[in-house]
């Protein structure tokens, strides 16, 4: 297992290397969530890395090898970001997380620290030459009780 998060309703869901499992906290036992399931059944077996519930309820998930993809807590499908976006996503993803102004942040191997501007869509990559990281492969992410991201 490479990560929990927990649902607005409870359950928990959990990041393996064989796809991700769900956790019904009410009936104690493991289940699957049928559109997710049906969203994710293409992508069985598939290495998702780590999972981030954003303040919509929307299911983020890093994966391995298919970059990030983002199940839509209202229209409940599975959308892979970065499909048609000029330039190449970054496939291994290794942290989410949420800032409070809605963006979307998350790391990756080798392609350092992505934006997702909340509002607009469009996202922003940040590499160490021109922004002082230090490496491109970016393992956590953290916003802290000022808002800063580190």
Known sequence: MYALAQR???????????????????GSDF????????ALN?????AITTIFIDDQDNVWLG????????FDALSQNLHPWGA?????????????AQTPDG???????????????ARSG????????KNALGRYDIRAILV??????W
Do not use: M
Request: zero cysteines.
């Open 122 to 129: 469009s996202a922003k990559r940040y590499f160490h030459e």
């Open 144 to 149: 802290d009780k000022q808002k800063r991201l």
């Open 42 to 46: 293409k992508l069985d077996k598939l």
């Open 84 to 96: 048609g976006r000029q330039g190449a996503a970054p496939q291994h993803i290794k942290h989410i």
């Open 103 to 117: 963006d979307i942040w998350f790391s990756s191997e080798n392609a350092g620290l992505t934006r997702i501007d």
């Open 63 to 70: 994966t391995r090898a298919k970059g990030l993809l983002k």
């Open 8 to 26: 607005k309703k409870g359950n928990i869901l959990l990041a393996t290397h064989q796809g991700l499992r769900v956790f019904n906290v009410k």
């Open 31 to 38: 289940h699957h969530y049928h559109n997710l399931q049906k």
